[in-house]
T-cell receptor, first 110, second 114 residues
């Protein structure tokens, strides 16, 4: 059974700081998705990465897929309070059955 | 364009009871998946419905069952509730397989079992 570990588990920072969260798999990802979940809401897809070494940018968010496709990182530049939420990585496992990571809970204080 | 909707928003049940949760998919989507998210954890896949049949199932006991209707809406039923069933239940919808595996999630139903 594939296990997705995310680190850190919790992150509390001031507005304007940079941060990186990580997602590591016990096996090779088929592809990798990153989601953000705000309190009282369902997860919202941020990005999908497919190719080893791939880098995607979404405004202040930079997503990187490891060369061996067993790890990924999400870097946020100049964090804002609106970035607060639970960040989840997920592997679609070549189906619509998403396997989610353990999550990183981010709190950005003004 | 309405997104994925779920009802009820919150629910409190007693151990041993049965519960039914409902989901309406995003317009144009015909596939519905259900996930259980315990407090502080990532969602876990329960099962998926397509063309009114269960297409995939996660590692959940038979107490968890579902149904999909001709209009693509879906229900999740849980029998003989246990305290450990307390969680946020998320519904996600997607169009017929496109290879992108992009799913749209509803806001969830918070179930508390006492």
């Amino acid at each position: 059974t594939q296990l997705l570990e995310q680190s850190p588990q919790f992150l509390s920072i001031q507005e304007g700081e940079n941060l990186t969260v990580y997602c590591n798999s016990s096996s090779v990802f088929s592809s990798l998705q990153w989601y953000r979940q705000e309190p009282g809401e369902g997860p919202v897809l941020l990005v999908t990465v497919v190719t080893g070494g791939e880098v995607k940018k979404l405004k202040r968010l930079t997503f990187q897929f490891g060369d061996a496709r067993k790890d990924s990182s999400l870097h946020i530049t100049a964090a804002q309070p609106g970035d607060t939420g639970l960040y989840l990585c997920a592997d679609p496992n070549n189906t619509d059955k998403l396997i989610f990571g353990t999550g990183t809970r981010l709190q950005v204080f003004p | 364009d309405a997104g994925v909707t779920q009802s009820p928003t919150h629910l409190i049940k007693t151990r041993g009871q049965q519960v039914t949760l409902r989901c309406s998919p995003k317009s144009g989507h015909d596939t519905v998946s259900w996930y259980q998210q315990a407090l502080g954890q990532g969602p876990q896949f329960i099962f998926q419905y397509y063309e009114e049949e269960e297409r995939q199932r996660g590692n959940f006991p038979d107490r968890f069952s579902g149904h999909q209707f001709p209009n693509y809406s879906s229900e999740l039923n849980v029998n003989a509730l246990l305290l450990g069933d307390s969680a946020l239940y998320l519904c996600a919808s997607s169009p017929s397989p496109t290879g992108t595996y992009e799913q749209y999630f509803g806001p969830g139903t918070r179930l508390t079992v006492t």
